[in-house]
Structure formats: structure tokens, C-alpha cells
């Protein structure tokens, strides 16, 4: 039961990292005009995008600093789930299926 519930934690994180990423790539090509904004299924797409994903990256982008129109917390978040987030959440299960608690303490 604990292994499923890991498993299906990695899987939403994966899922939430590619929306990070067609997010990233979808405002980029709205913004060269690449895609037009104003066609309803482009708009209804970059919408769930947006809000799917800007409750993080909201968040992030208030404890950075202000580098003009380049936003780097997509990359911020990606690299904070890739490094941060997985590990410990390893860390933990093992912890938790195995009794490996010095894996937590360092």
C-alpha cells in the first residue's frame, strides 16, 4: 500500500514537471506568435497550463530577483523536484518499507 502510494507521488510529480515544461514552451511560442492566443482551443490549452502551473511558479518567482523579462523558475522548480523533492521522497519510503532511518539523517 505504501509503494503504491510512492509510486503514484512520482507519477504526479512527473506529470507536473512536463506541464512545467509545455507551459514553459507554449508561453514561448504564444509570445513570438507562433500560436495565436485568440483561436479557442490555444487559449483553452494555455489556460490550463497557466493555472495548473502558476500557483508554483508564482510562488517561486516572489523570492527571486528580477532578471527583466527572463523567467527562470520554470527551471528553478524543475531542478528543486529533480533534486529535492525525488530524493527525499526515496529517502522516505525507505525509511518508512525498510527501516532505513540513517538515509534520512543525512
Do not use: C, H, K
Request: aromatic fraction near 14%.
Amino acid at each position: 500500500m505504501i509503494r503504491i502510494l510512492f509510486q503514484l507521488a512520482d507519477v504526479v510529480l512527473s506529470f507536473y514537471s512536463w506541464a512545467i515544461i509545455l507551459a514553459a514552451v507554449f508561453s514561448l511560442l504564444t509570445s513570438f506568435g507562433v500560436l495565436d492566443s485568440r483561436n479557442r482551443l490555444v487559449w483553452t490549452v494555455g489556460d490550463f497550463l497557466t493555472r495548473i502551473t502558476e500557483p508554483v511558479l508564482g510562488r517561486v518567482r516572489r523570492y527571486m530577483p528580477n532578471l527583466g523579462n527572463i523567467d527562470i523558475s520554470p527551471i528553478v522548480v524543475l531542478v528543486l523536484i529533480q533534486y529535492v523533492i525525488r530524493p527525499l521522497l526515496n529517502s522516505l519510503y525507505a525509511a518508512i518499507e525498510f527501516g532505513a532511518w540513517q538515509g534520512l539523517l543525512f
